[in-house]
Nanobody
């Protein structure tokens, strides 16, 4: 049974930083993609960043390029999202997702497994 558990959300003032963690367990495939999505009230779920478990060249949404960094620790089966220079518009519930195969890695339709989400609130 695949499980993804996020942690690290919270409240921060604009310009601050947060680091989200996603622990992946039960995934039997050797390699897979892991991504971070976010969703705020009244908006569609948006792909923020994605990485391949054993690959380079992570993908980022234009709205977070230069501010967010996705990284991974394969030994710990964990993926992280370092968020710097946070803005009020970054406020959302952030989800971790995992999938294998080929597809648009920033599209929610590509992902099979999801975490429960963690709230990030950025105040001005």
């Amino acid at each position: 049974q695949v499980q993804l558990v996020e942690s690290g959300g919270g409240s921060v003032q604009a310009g601050g930083s947060l680091r989200l963690s996603c622990k992946v367990s039960g995934y039997e495939y050797r390699s897979y993609y892991v991504a971070w999505f976010r969703q705020s009230p009244g908006k569609e779920r948006e792909g923020v960043a994605a990485t391949y478990r054993y690959g380079a060249n992570p993908r980022y949404a234009d709205s977070v390029k230069g501010r967010f960094t996705i990284s991974q620790d394969n030994a710990k089966k964990s993926v992280y999202l370092q968020m710097n220079s946070l803005k009020p518009e970054d406020t959302a519930v952030y989800y971790c997702a995992a999938a294998d195969g080929v597809g648009d890695v920033l599209s929610q339709n590509f992902y099979t497994y999801w975490g429960q989400g963690t709230q990030v609130t950025v105040s001005s």
